[in-house]
């Protein structure tokens, strides 16, 4: 039976590396191998912790036979493959350490870079996320992450080569202060770059091996709207008639002023408007600008309402 220290026996610098995995158990020996490689290169402290993410293959029981093993490693078993959002804040709440190494097993990435990482991680930054360079997977995946980061970037206004490497260092009071769920995880260091924390990246390699592909238009579309969720919260959760009611606005003077052009066409007489398309076209823009700011109001009430629960600051230091 495995002793379970508490947490006021840990040392305050522990690491915790969080490692998610779903069916992955090719894999499994190797990257335990690396990951405690990594760790006792580093020379802290540290606690390994598996999240199983509802595999149907062998993994568990692999994971289970090295908990057995190894007092370091602790597993967790999902019911259902819930994702990697999920997995990390089960991690976070199942671990101690102060700094968070997430990996995310798909990415196969060679962790004998890690050490490099607390390099940059110790000298006042907050969360390091990894650049895989270079890359292994296939042309049409690193086609559309190039274009995903260069997306994100522009939007988010952070130039970062690799933003869901899927492995990245924080503090643990970063990833306590994010909001993450669904695929977001995919954007925790743009999420901690707007909340103020300083953000560095540091290249990794990835390891030959069999990838998942993107294959499906739903994908990239999905992704796309990801990266327009992060800038709506980042930018407008607290205000979103900002957001709304500019769009509205553009709507109703578009609709207003071809609703305006159609009535001086008739009353000129310079010919009949009844069926036309433009008619119909500034009306409906008329109409969708009332519902986007009457949506802005909405979402401004119930901002209103939670005010006293939303926190919309984030202090770094306080003296004396």
Not at 34 to 61: C, N, W
Not at 80 to 100: C, N, P, V, Y
Not at 109 to 133: A, M, Q, T, Y
Request: with cysteine; aromatic share 10%.
């Amino acid at each position: 039976m495995k002793m379970k220290m508490g947490k006021d026996t840990l040392p305050e610098q522990m690491i915790s590396m969080i490692i998610c995995n779903h069916n992955m158990a090719s894999d499994i020996e190797d990257l335990y191998g690396a990951a405690v490689d990594a760790a006792e290169r580093i020379g802290k402290p540290f606690e390994i912790v598996f999240v199983d993410d509802g595999s149907t293959d062998q993994s568990y029981e692999l994971l289970r036979s090295i908990a057995d093993r190894d007092t370091r490693v602790r597993v967790l078993r999902m019911r259902s493959t819930f994702g990697e959002a999920a997995s990390l804040d089960a991690g976070l709440e199942h671990s101690k350490g102060d700094q968070i190494v997430f990996i995310s097993a798909r990415v196969r990435v060679d962790l004998s870079s890690l050490p490099e990482f607390f390099v940059k991680f110790n000298d006042n930054i907050d969360l390091v996320v990894g650049w895989r360079h270079p890359r292994s997977d296939g042309i049409m995946n690193r086609t559309i992450s190039w274009f995903f980061n260069r997306l994100a970037g522009r939007i988010a206004k952070i130039r970062l080569h690799d933003i869901n490497s899927g492995i990245f260092i924080a503090r643990r009071e970063v990833l306590a202060r994010l909001s993450y769920y669904g695929d977001l995880h995919n954007f925790i260091p743009v999420l901690a770059a707007q909340q103020g924390y300083s953000v560095a990246e540091s290249r990794i390699a990835q390891k030959q091996g069999t990838f998942r592909h993107s294959k499906f238009p739903k994908e990239y579309v999905q992704r796309v709207l990801d990266i327009i969720t992060v800038f709506f919260l980042s930018r407008y959760s607290k205000k979103p008639i900002h957001f709304l009611g500019f769009l509205g606005s553009l709507f109703i003077i578009s609709g207003v002023g071809i609703l305006v052009y159609m009535f001086f066409y008739r009353v000129l007489q310079f010919g009949p408007i009844a069926g036309r398309p433009l008619l119909l076209l500034g009306a409906m823009l008329l109409v969708i600008g009332i519902q986007m700011i009457s949506i802005g109001l909405l979402g401004e009430m119930v901002i209103f309402t939670h005010a006293g629960d939303i926190e919309e600051y984030n202090i770094e230091e306080i003296i004396n």
